[in-house]
């Protein structure tokens, strides 16, 4: 049974939608169209026929090859190289930030139509190959087929929102216009920007930070993860194709401890754009703040970081919901996503109908190879999977296993793990308050909706959150007083939509940065007024 269970919009002959028109969310396919599933085997074919190809860096448009090189596996069979890629070192520091500087005095004279229109380029031609794209999200890091389209879906509509985003700042004008003069107000980019994205969303969140940056006129140096580059140098690719200029994106995969380090250290990179854990994002921020010799502008940085997010049930929730929800939230894409539901405050009049009912949904996820759609695939490496499971081993001892909790052998030799639920976590402890990102669920067990509120907003996070509840006053105080970004009503706590739910979160979650959303292009540019004297 697959968790990622999406609305499915239906897909129109042509499913381009018209860039002189409002925005549309990209639909996503529904498998249970035989039609659509065969396509989506033949694509997870065609691309099996193309692992463990090299990648070179891509420098100023120059081809590199280096001598160490990162393999990255797929976690459902790591014996299996999805591609072999060069490891950028500091010794390619300077020459990257050469290149995007050379790129950026041309880049950022370069009409917004035109960078706009490289933006919708590339959404073309991502749909037209999008089961391709997916498929490498099914090998590189084992989604399933749903959540792979969900994130090459949120690739494409990155590309459709931030291009119109764009056209749009670009007609920005004053409040007000003085007696005698010409009164402006432009968005300029800032420069040269380090955009480091995480694993879990390699094509969505890596693409929507680098085509933000370069349709506001900025060039990047793009280091991906490094247990997701092959989706990166994909991405590469299309840009490529659609006619971008050398420069403008760097591809630069390489250690965090060095050339990540180096490049964010670096005086003349003008902004960091980063999404990871709390502990690399603060250490980004720290450097960042450090004036470097020669650096002449305080660096920003755009930082989401981690979550521990819950979802509340209430005593008087339609409880099937609230279960579907709260199974979706925690194992969909084996629980490894920022916004996943890692706490489940129940009322304590319905706990243990709630536990019942959740233990039952749970123990009908399938997990095995996502190339056959399992529900849940394998975790990303065996450092994580190891994590994992001393998180669950603390579990046996603080709480109650319900269903899980072992390693699922049998679905092979990828790094899979059941879904894992404990009941009687007491709050404040190791499982209820540190992000786990793995499929393992804490139920706590609530005295009431204030009690409720008070535990969720109760760790030093903030990012998304839901609530069940048919109580029109309880909906209205979780909106003023549960302490989240994204907050969601009697629906999961995952699956942000772009343009609809503008995403990023409070506290130790991050910037509250609101990717998707109206205002942030705003983070990738700076504000210029003019004002012209007349006569």
């Not at 280096?66 to 459902?76: A, E």
């Not at 050379?102 to 031609?125: H, Q, Y």
């Not at 894992?420 to 976590?425: E, L, M, W």
């Not at 942000?496 to 983070?523: C, E, I, Q, R, W």
Request: aromatic content about 8%; hydrophobic content about 40%; some cysteine.
């Amino acid at each position: 049974m697959a968790i990622a269970e999406v609305p499915v919009r239906p897909r129109t002959s042509s499913s381009s939608q018209s860039h002189q028109g409002p925005f549309i969310n990209e639909p996503f396919y529904d498998f249970r169209n035989e039609e659509n599933a065969r396509k989506m085997r033949a694509a997870i074919e065609r691309v099996r026929g193309q692992l463990g190809r090299e990648y070179d860096l891509i420098i100023g448009g120059q081809r590199i090859k280096t001598t160490d090189k990162i393999k990255s596996l797929n976690p459902s069979k790591p014996s299996q190289i999805v591609g072999t890629h060069q490891k950028a070192g500091k010794e390619h520091v300077e020459p990257a930030m050469k290149a995007a500087l050379k790129a950026f005095d041309s880049w950022k004279n370069t009409s917004v139509e035109e960078r706009a229109g490289l933006l919708f380029r590339v959404a073309d031609l991502l749909r037209q190959r999008k089961m391709d794209y997916m498929a490498w999200l099914v090998f590189e890091v084992s989604k399933n087929w749903g959540e792979a389209d969900a994130d090459i879906s949120e690739t494409i509509d990155f590309c459709e929102f931030y291009a119109r985003e764009a056209l749009r700042f670009a007609k920005a004008e004053t409040p007000v216009q003085l007696p005698g003069e010409h009164d402006s107000l432009s968005y300029i980019p800032l420069g040269v920007g380090a955009v480091i994205p995480p694993w879990n969303f390699p094509c969505a969140i890596m693409a929507g930070l680098v085509v933000a940056s370069i349709v506001s006129g900025n060039t990047v140096i793009l280091k991906p993860s490094s247990d997701s580059p092959t989706i990166a140098a994909k991405f590469i690719e299309l840009l490529e194709e659609a006619g971008m200029p050398e420069g403008v994106v760097n591809f630069c995969p390489g250690a965090g401890a060095s050339f990540g380090d180096a490049i964010v250290a670096h005086a003349k990179t003008r902004y960091i754009a980063f999404t990871g854990s709390r502990e690399v994002g603060l250490h980004i921020n720290k450097t960042a703040a450090t004036q470097a010799p020669g650096q002449i502008w305080i660096k920003r940085t755009i930082l989401e970081m981690g979550g521990k997010d819950a979802i509340i049930v209430d005593a008087d929730a339609d409880i099937d919901s609230a279960v579907e929800g709260v199974a979706q939230a925690a194992f969909g894409f084996q629980g490894q996503k920022c916004s996943a539901c890692s706490r489940a405050i129940v009322d304590e009049r319905i706990y243990d109908k709630f536990l019942e009912q959740l233990k039952t949904r749970v123990e009908k996820i399938t997990v095995g190879d996502p190339a056959e759609n399992s529900g849940m695939g394998a975790v990303i490496n065996e450092g994580s999977m190891k994590t994992i499971l001393e998180f669950i081993e603390q579990g046996k001892k603080d709480g109650r296993l319900l269903t899980g909790g072992t390693r699922a052998t049998e679905a092979g030799e990828g790094y899979y793990i059941r879904p894992t639920v404990f009941a009687d976590i007491p709050a404040k402890s190791k499982l209820e308050q540190e992000e786990i990102f793995g499929p393992v669920l804490a139920v706590i067990k609530a005295r009431g909706f204030d009690h409720a509120l008070e535990i969720a907003n109760d760790t030093e996070f903030g990012l998304t959150g839901a609530i069940y509840t048919k109580s029109r006053d309880k909906i209205d105080r979780a909106k003023r007083d549960f302490h989240v970004g994204n907050l969601y009503i009697n629906r999961k706590c995952t699956g942000a939509m772009v343009g609809a739910h503008p995403f990023g979160g409070f506290n130790m979650s991050g910037t509250d940065s609101k990717s998707g959303g109206p205002d942030y292009l705003y983070l990738f540019t700076q504000a210029k007024s003019v004002a012209e004297k007349i006569g």
